[in-house]
């Protein structure tokens, strides 16, 4: 659920100005190593629910070996605090030295998109994940995905099996719920599962539930402008006297080879 901080500068953009296409921030980026080749790509997350807002959406690139989240698995601490509360914060701190993360500052509200510029480094994969607010613990996002070229990925939404899904006003901290930081915990922790959406069993009506896929990650390489210095430099213009008289001697010599002893009685007066 939104930390007070997020609700402040997240939740307070809702009524004021609805989504703002905000910059990014690329944070924890690890040492890339010198024959590694860092490619820029555009990454446009797109909210397909009718009534869900996403909390401002995180993307990751990393090393294969490394797991976000994943389905199945155990969601970590700052995973959790995604899930919950949409803030970022506790889930970049884990990364922080392991991966670029690049994030959104503003929410992403229902039928907009919103795009991050990122890099990624060859042999890396991309992950990402974003909160549904209207929900205990539900989020979506992409598990270590293979970037090359450009792809559309449709993803579900997400149980992260840290939170018991009351759908009580007083747990759930999107608007108009606004409720605490997170309910009540689960225990033990369940494992990252498909999200079965929202029953209407308490406050939280089944106006906000969804059907799958919930959002769109459309994934699209960038071509590097020219490198202007590899060209080599254009010759000067032998005929475009830099001085009076074309040097600072005033010799009105020019090293031109189209007027040459063949041809120079064939000049005529231009004026």
Do not use: C
Not at 32 to 61: E, G, H, M, R
Not at 203 to 211: A, E, H, I
């Amino acid at each position: 659920m939104f930390s007070k901080r997020v609700m402040t500068t997240g939740l307070g953009v809702f009524s004021m100005l609805g989504l703002l296409v905000a910059p990014y921030a690329t944070l924890g980026a690890p040492k890339a190593s010198a024959q590694a080749a860092v490619k820029p790509y555009k990454v446009t997350i797109t909210n397909l629910t009718d009534k869900q807002v996403f909390s401002p959406p995180l993307i990751a690139t990393h090393s294969s070996s490394l797991h976000v989240w994943q389905l199945g698995g155990i969601a970590s601490e700052g995973m959790r605090i995604v899930a919950e509360e949409g803030d970022n914060m506790k889930l970049i701190e884990e990364l922080k030295g392991k991966a670029q993360v690049f994030t959104a500052d503003t929410p992403l509200m229902p039928g907009k998109s919103v795009t991050l510029n990122i890099t990624v480094r060859d042999g890396d994969v991309l992950s990402a994940a974003t909160m549904l607010v209207q929900t205990n613990d539900a989020f979506t996002g992409l598990d270590s995905i293979s970037v090359s070229g450009s792809v559309d990925k449709e993803t579900a939404a997400y149980d992260a099996g840290t939170e018991d899904n009351t759908e009580l006003a007083a747990d759930v901290p999107g608007p108009p719920f606004d409720g605490h930081m997170h309910g009540p915990q689960t225990n033990p922790r369940q494992p990252i599962s498909l999200h079965q959406g929202i029953s209407g069993k308490a406050d939280v009506g089944t106006q906000f539930n969804w059907s799958n896929p919930v959002a769109r990650y459309s994934i699209q390489a960038v071509e590097p402008p020219p490198n202007s210095s590899s060209q080599p430099p254009a010759a000067p213009d032998k005929l475009d006297w830099p001085y009076y008289g074309n040097d600072l001697g005033g010799m009105r010599y020019v090293d031109t080879d189209q007027i040459n002893p063949s041809n120079v009685a064939q000049l005529k007066p231009a004026w």
